[in-house]
């Protein structure tokens, strides 16, 4: 294995490491575990670029940024074949942690060195890929804050915090026709989250990557206080027995809008597509390098969310 290994300048923790070659480090980390790295740091504007060439190359890539350098790279190796790592130096680092990534760094190399290749399913919106979650209404509002918070706080944890206090007080409401494995449903709700696979408890991570199915959390808004409510439910892990919030599974889904386009997060990144959103999973479309001693995967079912 040879991978190629684009550094995303711009990733969050990736700006920690100014003045320092963080590439070389990575490369000499790869080295000691054995393996011949290409290691290049690219600016976010030809990340895509990057990807597209090193797509060309047919060889295993590895991508160093967070959840949206990560989004961007499975729009160009879906369907490939081509073995795609993640070093996670983002903010949540989501498909890098339900892989069983380390956080830090010179551990997630070693992890990739001697890891192993695993097929993943993926969601799909239109034409674009997700692979973890997808928010509506109170989620990409908070995408969308999160993005204004940046640039006057650089604390996470607090960022995240403002973005979710702003979005909850400048919150409204959206009216949907969802049609998806229970027949058409209208509701009006703050919020809706679909997650490409199962949430397990209060930890929100995916012990399956390949089950085939979404599962769908939409919050009542015919209920007071629900949005609350509803975050407090998915804290503790409980939100599936919430009255608060509607929750099912399936492979597929369509929502139908009064709009014709609508903020959707993404991964954290947000879009306004036309409506209608017609959202399918992708059964094993991804083919990623994981640790090679991750835990095997788990035995959480489509059942657990009312399937």
């Known amino acids: 294995m040879k991978p190629i290994v684009l ?24 080295a000691e575990g054995g393996v011949s790295a290409e290691v290049r740091r690219v600016e976010a504007r030809s990340l895509m670029a990057e990807l597209e060439r090193a797509k060309r190359a047919d060889q295993p890539v590895v991508i160093a940024g967070g959840d ?19 070093l996670p130096f983002g903010t949540y680092n989501l498909l890098g942690r ?4 380390s956080t830090e760094y010179a551990e997630a190399v070693r992890q990739l060195a001697s ?25 990409s509002r908070v995408a969308r804050q999160r993005a204004e918070v940046r640039k006057s706080v650089s604390s996470k944890v607090i960022g995240a915090a403002v973005a979710a206090v702003r979005s909850f ?18 509701f009006r709700t703050p919020a809706i989250l679909i997650t490409n696979n199962l949430m397990e408890g209060e930890t929100w991570r995916r ?25 407090l439910a998915a804290m503790t892990g ?13 492979p597929a889904l369509t929502l139908s809008f009064r709009r014709p386009r609508v903020f959707l997060s993404l991964d954290g990144e947000v879009k306004r597509p036309r409506t209608p959103l017609r959202f399918e999973i992708v059964p094993k479309a ?15 079912t489509a059942e657990k969310a009312g399937a």
């Open 7 to 30: 550094v995303n300048a711009s990733a969050g923790t990736v700006l920690q490491f100014d003045g320092e070659d963080l590439p070389g480090r990575i490369g000499s980390l790869f």
């Open 68 to 86: 949206g350098s990560v989004s961007a790279a499975i729009q160009v190796f879906a369907g490939t074949g081509t073995p795609l790592g993640v």
């Open 98 to 101: 339900d892989l069983g990534m």
């Open 115 to 139: 890891g192993r290749e695993r097929l993943i399913d993926l969601g799909k919106v239109g034409r674009r890929y997700f692979h973890t979650l997808s928010g509506l209404g109170f989620f």
């Open 169 to 186: 007080t400048r919150g409204g409401s959206l009216d949907v026709v969802i049609d998806g494995g229970r027949g058409p449903e209208e």
């Open 207 to 231: 012990p399956r990557l390949d089950a085939g199915v979404f599962e769908v959390n939409v919050v009542r808004g015919d209920i007071p206080f629900s949005l609350l409510r509803g975050g």
């Open 238 to 250: 409980s939100w599936r027995e919430s009255g608060d919030i509607a929750t099912w599974s399936t």
């Open 286 to 300: 991804l083919t990623v390098l994981a640790p090679a001693a991750a835990a095997q995967q788990g035995d959480f």
